[in-house]
Each structure stands twice: as C-alpha cells, then as structure tokens.
C-alpha cells in the first residue's frame, strides 16, 4: 500500500483545521447569543435605577459602589458585538475554503499568499477581542496597568471574564462557568489559526518540491523514450543504402 504524498497529508490535516475553527466560531456564536438573550435588560429600566437583583432575571450582574449596572451592561454589548465580529468572520471564510478545496491542486503564488492571510487575519481578529475583554477587566477594577494586562492575556486561567454574581443563584455559577469557557475558547481558536497558517506555509512548500521532483524524473524519461525512437530513424537510411547497393549489382550482372 502506497503512502499519500506529503502535500495531500497537509491537506487533510488543513480540512480538519479548518473544520474545527467553522465548529468552534458556530459555538462561541450560539453559546454568546444564548446568554446575552437570557440575561440582558432594556436601557429603559437600567436608567430607572440602579439594577441589583430583580426575581424574575435568573442571574443578577456584579457590581459595586464604583461600577453601576449600566455601565455592565454597556460591556457586555460591546463583549458580544466583538465577539460576533470575529465569529462571524471565522465561520465564512474557512466555510469558503472547505467548500472550494481541491486535494490535488497546487496552489499558486497569489492562492498561498490569500490562503496565508486568511488564519493570521483570523488569529489577529480574535487577539483584538480578547485584548477587548481585558479591557472592560480594567474599566471595571481600575487597577489593571499595562504590564499585568499583558501578563493576564499570557494566563487565561487567571481571568475571570464573567460579570454576574456568583452568589445571587445556583445558575449563576453556571453561567459564569460558560462565560469562561467561551472565554478560553477564543484561545483554542488563535492556536488552530496558528496551526493552519504553518500547515498551509508547509503544503505549498512540499507542493512545490514534489512538482520539482516530478519534473526531475519525467525529464530523464523522455531522454530514454528519444534515444530509443533514434535508432529507429537511424535505421531507415541504411535499409536504403542495402537497396541501392544490391539495386546496382543487379545491374552489373
């Protein structure tokens, strides 16, 4: 049994990559869009007065005499819409890519360099949203300098993204626990992103070596396939010359 080739290999190690960022952008998506909708509240009421507890919410927001609800609030939108921004831009373009993927294709400079750019935009989207999440962590504390926000962006299993009160409820925890969760997935998903623009940089690569090889092989072969269509051509002549000679004996006797 014959192995495949390097560059087909890659390839389908690029599908599963691939595939993984369009499953884990379609999660993020739904699992944020979930919370969101089941525990937000109109501005109207927020500007009412200031939200502590309310019954019929299921999880009540954090805060404390520097931080209102409003201003939680205004986080959280903001958390979502950059969150769907770099989902959304994660799920249609590996989706293009799946659905126009050819194993057997070797890609030219311009497809490389478009297929390069697509997980580094990717991957930089999603740095952006967490730096973003960091952010509103400084807005809330106000004690995040420069440097610690750099190191918490290296540690995210010292980040707690989540902006609900544990204590108000049994499903808040919960919640939070989701909230982080959907939080380290965004990590997961910059390593696939890093993952596929090496596996793509490496298959064009070994596409092009294999097509250099190939055509180092192919060449001796048509040398061979010449030099034994020449003797054959060579031949005819001297059948010619044998026909001449015995033509001009013929005469002479």
Known sequence: MTSLPLS???????YCTRSLVLALAIIITSASLCIYSTNT???????????????SQQASFRIDESTSAIMIQMIQDR????TLVAAQASIFC???LLV?????????????????????????????????DLKTLSVISHDIPLVPRLYRFLTPQLQDMCLFDRSSSPYARHLCAVVNGIHYLKYVMILILVLDFGLVLLGGLAAYYEKVIQDQQVGPIRLIDEEQAYPSEKEQPDDEQQHMALFQAQALA
């Open 94 to 96: 590996p989706l293009f």
């Open 41 to 55: 509240r109109s501005l109207s009421s927020l500007f009412a007065k200031k939200y502590y507890y309310d019954p």
């Open 8 to 14: 087909q290999r890659i390839n389908g190690y690029l």
């Open 79 to 82: 958390r979502l819409i950059s």
């Open 100 to 132: 126009n993927s050819k194993s057997h294709h070797i890609p030219s400079i311009e497809q490389l360099l478009c297929q390069l750019l697509m997980p580094a935009g990717l991957a930089i989207s999603w740095v952006f949203c967490i730096c973003f």
